[in-house]
C-alpha cells in the first residue's frame, strides 16, 4: 500500500508564495514520478505539474508556467511545489498522485487527501 499526504496549503494574498508537500510512505514510492493537480469548487479537477522519480524531467500546466516548481527530495520520498505569484485563480484544493505505467499508459494510481490553497485578491 502507498501513502501520500499532503501539507503546507493555508490562506495568502495574491502575489504571495506557499510551499506545498507531498510526502509518500509504503512500497518502492521512490521509483515513481508524482503530479500535483488541484480542483476548485465546481471545477474538474485539473493538472498541474509533474516530475520524473529521479527528478531530472518535469513538465507544467500553462497556467502555472514560470510560477510554480515542482522537485523531489527522494532521500525524504516528499516532492513540493513551490508556489510563487499566486493569484486569486490558483485557489482549489491541490493533491498530489503517483504516477505509473499500466499497460503502456502513464495513470495516477494513488492519491492523497489534499490540502487547501486559498488566494485572496
Known amino acids: 500500500q502507498v501513502q501520500l499526504v499532503e501539507s503546507g496549503g493555508g490562506l495568502v494574498q495574491a502575489g504571495g508564495s506557499l510551499r506545498l508537500s507531498c510526502a509518500a510512505s509504503g512500497r518502492t514510492v521512490s521509483s515513481y514520478g508524482r503530479g500535483w493537480f488541484r480542483q476548485a469548487p465546481g471545477k474538474e479537477r485539473e493538472f498541474v505539474a509533474r516530475?520524473?522519480?529521479?527528478?531530472?524531467?518535469?513538465y507544467y500546466a500553462d497556467s502555472v508556467k514560470g510560477r510554480f516548481t515542482i522537485s523531489s527530495d527522494n532521500a525524504k520520498n516528499t516532492v513540493y511545489l513551490q508556489m510563487n505569484s499566486l493569484k486569486p485563480e490558483d485557489t482549489a484544493v491541490y493533491y498530489c498522485?503517483?504516477?505509473?505505467?499500466?499497460?503502456?499508459?502513464?495513470?495516477?494510481?494513488?492519491w492523497g487527501q489534499g490540502t487547501q490553497v486559498t488566494v485572496s485578491s
Open positions: 516530475i520524473s522519480w529521479s527528478g531530472g524531467s518535469t
Open positions: 498522485a503517483r504516477r505509473t505505467v499500466v499497460g503502456g499508459n502513464y495513470v495516477y494510481d494513488y
